[in-house]
């Protein structure tokens, strides 16, 4: 790449956060894998934040915002929907402004159930539907605090863009 590529280049971050339910038959799927027979994320989707996260990265990238600028938590088409849909229309939307994504990074702070068993799994899927490598992590909160106690689920984003226009 010449120097002058370098304006070319976008970053963008972003961060989701939802509630663990306690409900047996709450879905628990994160980077579009269900990692739990139950117990999951509480929201109006499925609530993977992992999916959520990366759509934040990708929008913000371009100056779109975040997915709440997109989609209505209020829309019942969105009830229970797969997050995986949500973050394909993120990419559309990203790629329509000139944009094509290098690479993705996600960190995953959760307690409980362990996700080294599910992160190429993940990583597969994601980097299939935004196609260009993404990297997941998973990092223990150590017990400490809300998160620690099983009462929360986080995720931090990390994607960088390029500009297709000259
Ligand atoms: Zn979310």
Known sequence: METMDFARLRIGSGFD????????????????????????????????????ALADA??????????????LDSDPAWSGADSIGLLLRCRTLFECQGFRLINGDATVVLQAPKLAGY????????TEILGAPISVKAKSPERVG?????????????????????
């Open 17 to 52: 956060l939802h509630a663990l339910s306690k409900d047996p038959s709450r879905r628990f799927v994160l980077g579009g894998i269900e990692v739990a027979p139950g117990g999951g994320p509480i929201g109006h989707s499925d609530a993977d934040v992992v999916c959520h």
């Open 58 to 71: 990708l929008l913000g990238s371009v100056g779109l915002g975040g997915i709440g600028d997109h989609f």
């Open 119 to 126: 992160r190429s799994a993940m990583e597969t899927k994601l």
């Open 146 to 166: 809300s998160l620690g106690d099983s009462q929360a689920v986080v995720c931090m984003a990390s994607i960088l863009a390029f500009s297709t226009k000259a």
